[in-house]
T-cell receptor
Framework: KQEVTQIPAALSVPEGENLVLNCSFTDSAIYNLQWFRQDPGKGLTSLLLIQSSQREQTSGRLNASLDKSSGRSTLYIAASQPGDSATYLCVHRDMRFGAGTRLTVKP | SAVISQKPSRDICQRGTSLTIQCQVDSQVTMMFWYRQQPGQSLTLIATANQGSEATYESGFVIDKFPISRPNLTFSTLTVSNMSPEDSSIYLC??????????FGEGSRLTVL
């Protein structure tokens, strides 16, 4: 069964820093991968979807890449802002979520 | 994108009772997914509900505890049976788009006393 691992579990950075969140899989047969954010007490907000034929997707200050050979996806956040503080979750095609990375951006 | 409505949005229930959560989608979809999010945790897949067939449950989840109905291509229900405080969670339904993107309802927050 697919295992999804997210590293780090928590991250605290000062405002303005660039940062990378990681999501890895045990199954190398990777299909779609999707990143979400979840604010405390709120629902899920879809950030980026990388389809199996793609290597990366970009939206504003966010860039997500997919390396099928290593079974890993990274979410890059440029010039972080306090409003980026949330839990970031990745999900693989078999619908299993990682445990998430809780990000805090300090003003 | 799909618009997903869940009812109830929240409820407080007594131990030993059952609650049925409804999920309505604004378009026809073959697959629907039910998730549980326990306090402070990530999402855990409960089951996949396909129209016209029995739901497929993940390890640790059984039909007697979480019966699912899927009467048509736009609607599904999840029942949480014989509830205990450990069932206090957010329950979410989700559907995939043709491109594989997952869409979620706002969730149903359940508190069991």
């Amino acid at each position: 069964k697919q295992e999804v691992t997210q590293i780090p579990a928590a991250l605290s950075v000062p405002e303005g820093e660039n940062l990378v969140l990681n999501c890895s899989f045990t199954d190398s047969a990777i299909y779609n991968l999707q990143w979400f954010r979840q604010d405390p007490g709120k629902g899920l907000t879809s950030l980026l979807l990388i389809q199996s034929s793609q290597r990366e997707q970009t939206s504003g200050r966010l860039n997500a890449s997919l390396d099928k050979s290593s079974g890993r996806s990274t979410l890059y956040i440029a010039a972080s802002q306090p409003g980026d503080s949330a839990t970031y979750l990745c999900v693989h095609r078999d619908m299993r979520f990682g445990a998430g990375t809780r990000l805090t951006v300090k003003p | 994108s799909a618009v997903i409505s869940q009812k109830p949005s929240r409820d407080i229930c007594q131990r030993g009772t059952s609650l049925t959560i409804q999920c309505q989608v604004d378009s026809q979809v073959t697959m629907m997914f039910w998730y549980r999010q326990q306090p402070g945790q990530s999402l855990t897949l409960i089951a996949t509900a396909n129209q016209g067939s029995e739901a497929t449950y993940e390890s640790g989840f059984v039909i007697d505890k979480f019966p699912i109905s899927r009467p048509n291509l736009t609607f599904s229900t999840l029942t949480v049976s014989n509830m205990s405080p450990e069932d206090s969670s957010i329950y979410l339904c989700s559907v995939p788009s043709p491109t594989g993107e997952l869409f979620f309802g706002e969730g149903s927050r359940l508190t069991v006393l």
